[in-house]
């Protein structure tokens, strides 16, 4: 065999792992990368069915958590993809393959449905925020969503997106003010960490499973992150998506929708709600500038200018006024947008 033909250590590892579990003649198609270290391959099987290999090199990324995540969810008949063989030590899993229907996907043909996709995925978070057997530690020990991990996220914008526009010893003068103003709206708000919290819920990692019935229709994917904490984040997650614009219209009637679904309080969800939704973009724009900047991924850049908008409506309530000023005060306009990467620049790292 030609030696620049033949397979990496990792390929010759996942040979192995299809071989044992699958039969004969599985033929392997790997599916695009996202922002992790994952990747997918789509397993096809000869009698026509297929599965999916999660890859996830443990020197990179750590199994324990979608394995247990996953098992909880499936077990409480959520639509989590089943496990159907592991090797934690080696990261890789076979998955039950959920297809390729995404939202996203399916709205890019048929956006006459986003209503009905976008209603049942609020009906399912009300239906899983009122679900006890969901929140169990003792069955599924989650990371609390409390102050100390939203200001460890809150940091990831001043670790990676200050330092590109205004320069480090710039942005080592303005981080501390920055923190401070997070510290005090988040310590002054008393938010949730009572719900289980998807952390990614959006269209591009939820699925539309049509031989299922009600919430189960809708599949979940990229779980592993999940914690503890306010039933507003996955809201936020999903109406201000990074990755697709939603009609403010739909958006508000489908904040409604849960409100009376879930029995809450209005004003204060809304609240929580515009909170963690400025928490989230902020965390956002420190990613994606950190996934341009440390990882070479620049098209996560142009996302920034819907970010941007989202965080500039997020601040507009009473309570984040204070975030908005600081915000108009150092970040130019010219700024709230694609930005040019100064590559190797050192980060403040604030959140280490």
């Known amino acids: ?27 392997l198609s790997p599916l695009m990368g996202d922002a992790s270290f994952r990747r997918y391959i789509r397993i096809h099987l000869p009698d026509g069915g297929s599965l999916m290999l999660m890859d996830a090199p443990p020197e990179k990324e750590n199994v324990a958590s979608y394995l247990a995540v996953a098992r909880h969810l499936h077990k409480q008949g959520y639509s989590a993809p089943a496990i159907m063989a592991q090797d934690e030590a080696e990261g890789l899993l076979l998955l039950e393959d959920l ?23 609020i009906d399912m978070l009300a239906q899983w925020h009122g679900d006890k057997k969901l929140v169990d530690a003792s069955a599924l020990p989650l990371p609390l969503y409390d102050t100390a991990l939203l200001m460890k996220e809150a940091a990831l914008f001043a670790d990676w997106y200050l330092p590109q526009i205004v320069g480090v010893a710039r942005a080592a003068q303005l981080a501390p003010e920055y923190l401070e103003l997070w510290r005090s709206l988040l310590n002054g708000h008393g938010l949730g960490v009572s719900c289980f919290v998807h952390r990614d819920y959006h269209a591009d990692n939820l699925m539309w499973l049509v031989p299922r019935q009600d919430t189960a ?7 592993q992150d999940a914690v503890y904490g306010d039933a507003a984040y996955d809201l936020a997650s999903l109406l201000e998506d990074a990755r697709r614009d939603i009609a403010p219209a739909l958006a508000q009637a489908m904040i409604e929708r849960y409100v009376q679904a879930a029995s809450i309080p209005r004003e204060e969800f809304l609240r929580a709600y515009a909170l963690l939704a400025a928490q989230r ?39 984040l006024l204070p975030l908005k000023a600081w915000l108009d005060k150092h970040i130019a306009a010219q700024h709230r947008g694609v930005i040019a990467i100064t590559h190797g620049a050192d980060t403040l790292m604030l959140s280490a």
């Open 1 to 27: 065999m030609n030696p620049m033909n033949a397979p990496t250590p990792r390929q010759r590892q996942i040979q192995q792992f299809v071989a044992s579990h699958c039969p004969a003649g599985a033929q």
């Open 99 to 121: 297809g390729d229907d995404t939202f996203t996907r399916l709205l890019k043909d048929a956006p006459a449905r986003e209503e009905t996709f976008y209603a049942a995925a």
């Open 217 to 223: 229709r809708v599949g979940l994917l990229d779980f």
């Open 281 to 319: 973009n902020s965390k956002i724009i420190g990613i994606f500038t950190r996934l341009a900047a440390r990882d070479e991924k620049h098209h996560y850049l142009h996302y920034l200018p819907r970010v941007w908008r989202h965080l500039e409506h997020d601040v507009t309530h009473p309570m």
